[in-house]
């Protein structure tokens, strides 16, 4: 049988990549990003690099990714600025570039959809409930969710489960 790879991603700076292999949490990596002109921005070769080691070690393996589809967002009440967004496009951007480039199927889901899917109250009701499903969905991982800035962590490895367990359209898989 062959090994299935799922990869969660969470496309912010702040975000990570989460794998699932076989359905048992794998390797996860932080966002990798890069300091240029200033200002963070998505490190595109890192995460094509990151994403070539997967596949070596795991040669012949079924890989696909779950990239979470966003918009612009409010911020602690207010929505995010013109700069802040365009940045924000730019780093989703170079993630579906590399994963393009690499030949990676990918599905995209909204956030409400998959946070839906687990019945997940918003941010503002329970901030860290994702992380706490993701720990007690997984306890193996759990020594790598500890902090509550692994949040992006929790909702990489969420997105990776929800990819396994739904179609590309969301509906629940036989």
């Known amino acids: ?36 002109d200033g200002r963070h921005e998505v490190n595109a070769r890192a995460l094509a690099e990151w994403l070539r080691d997967l596949r070596r ?15 612009a967002a409010p911020v602690g009440g207010r929505r995010q600025g013109t700069s802040s967004m365009f940045r924000f496009g730019e780093g989703f951007g170079q993630v ?34 994702g992380r706490q499903l993701a720990i007690a969905r997984f306890p193996a991982a759990a020594d790598r969710l500890t902090r509550k800035k692994d949040s992006g962590r929790a909702d990489a490895l969420l997105l990776a489960l929800w990819a396994n367990t739904t179609d590309a359209q969301g509906r629940v898989a036989a």
């Open 57 to 71: 070690a795991h040669p012949g393996a079924y890989l696909m990714a779950c990239l979470e589809e966003v918009d």
């Open 96 to 129: 579906k570039g590399v994963l393009a480039s690499l030949g990676v199927p990918t599905a995209r889901v909204r956030p409400q959809v998959w946070k839906r899917h687990y019945r997940l109250p918003g941010k503002l009701e329970v901030p860290d409930a």
């Open 1 to 36: 049988m062959t090994l299935r790879i799922t990869v969660g991603i969470d496309p912010g700076l702040t975000g990570a990549l989460a794998t699932l292999l076989d359905g048992e949490p794998g390797p996860m990596l932080d966002m990798p990003t890069t300091r240029t």
